[in-house]
């Protein structure tokens, strides 16, 4: 291994590093954005939810109410 | 004849008939390519060329020339109901493939019959090139034929059509350029003409025109379902 | 269901991963001519093999499509591409760093495999605008299948014509880095391209669960009578239910 060390790199090591460090960087920010993308989704996915669990409710409660007017009305 | 054959013939007349009766695409794309030509005596300011220049500048114009060829191949059926004739004919659909890239064919080498000793006319110093230019001429339409035939094909049926088959096509003949500009730069040399790797470059734009008629061919089917 | 399986991959991935930086920062030597800019390549190459045989695989997808007619061949199709065109980016970023470490230049033309990787993304970075141009979404997707069948049987003649137009002169580069690798840098190689490959598969796992929860609610808005969202959904991205 200290053989192949001993050939001279390219650049100066710490220029070489910059470069290797920002090709990996890169591929970091790829992922993270394709993380918050898939975030917002969720997020949008979440309100969508919700907004249909409100309406399900309220069409069963409305149900309910209206079958609680039927018998008041029917009393009367 | 079996009625694919026939069809295929039926369909391929129509077209040629059509195209020498109105005369729609084949004369603009002869003026196109001939204009083009003057832009590029002045763009790169010389007045003759060879080796890669030459060979750079007569394909992109042929290419360019060609794209708007193939903009117009399907608007007729596109406009008249073809499409719904082929399906509904107890026939092989592969037959308006078949029929259409040899009109697209036949355009692009009556395009060449003109433009090409044009340009030898503008640019070279002598025709001995033309006789084995005809060879790469010959193979390369064929590529662009097959491919033109299958995007135009799609395209016709989309919103910006006239965009749709160039942006789709330009990266897909990229290889057929590649192969076309690799046979035809030696040729083209000032010193006279070379043949370096030609037979390779040759057998390349076959192997490519190969691929893609049987591409085409095999999903045309598919493309005109309902 | 797509969701089920996709905790367990993406846990495999975070592993594959941490193992392939290990072994790519403390494990494999320093290459002799290039030095430690040569540790891109254990990046680069691994995300740009992956994304080819993405594409292969969406190309057989969508033959599978257009022989079947079932839509969900074509969702995964589109998936498959989609993920190798973001994959492509990157393939392309890291490729110009590499180039410009190397040879100091952004971009060079005289390493064939990059630059039959930038046509091949050029080709497919034209499926978008495809697909959005044609309107009924049948056709869009058995359209869009044509396109991933031919776009596939190019990339490989792509391959060949870049390389044979290349001057004898330069030798390719990446023949020495690959061709005659030691044993661990064939190792770490290896994990590498393992860890990548699985990034891909978790991520397209991802986005099919994201695309089949969007469907159901929308098959459960369906099921309530609830009125329709105001916002349209995508005209390209193929549903799945």
Redesign the interface.
Known sequence: ?LS??A?????P?DE??K??A???V??LV??VV?VAI?AG??QR?ER??R??AG??ES?TNGAAAGSDREEVSADV | MTPSRTAFATILAKDLRAELRTLQSLPAMALFAVTTFVIFRFGLDRTSLSGSLASGVLWATLLFAALLGVNRLFVSEREEGGFDAIRLAPIDRSALFAAKATALFAYLVVLELVVVPIFALFFLGSGAALGPLLAVLVLADLGIAATGTLISSMAVHSRARDLLGPLVLLPLVVPLMIAATGATEPLLAAGGPGYHRFGTWLAVLSLYDLIFLLVGYAVFDFLLED | MYGKGLRPLSIATVVAIAAALSLVFFYAPLDADQGFIQKIFYLHVPLAITALIGFVVGGVFAIFHLRSGDRRWDAWSYVCIHMSVIFGVAVLITGSIWAKASWGHWWVWDEPTLVSFLIVFLMYATYYPFRYAIEDPERQARYASVFAVTAGAFVPLNFMAVRMAQSLVHPRTFGTANGGLPGSMMLTFLVCLAAVALLWLTLIKLELTAKSTSGQLKRLRRALDAPPRGAGSSRIAPEVS
């Not at chain 1, 050939?7 to 650049?11: N, Q």
């Open positions: 291994m192949l060390l050939g001279a790199p390219a650049l090591l070489a590093g470069y290797v920002g090709a990996y890169v591929f790829l992922i394709y898939m989704k969720l996915m969508e939810l907004e249909l309406f399900a069409r």
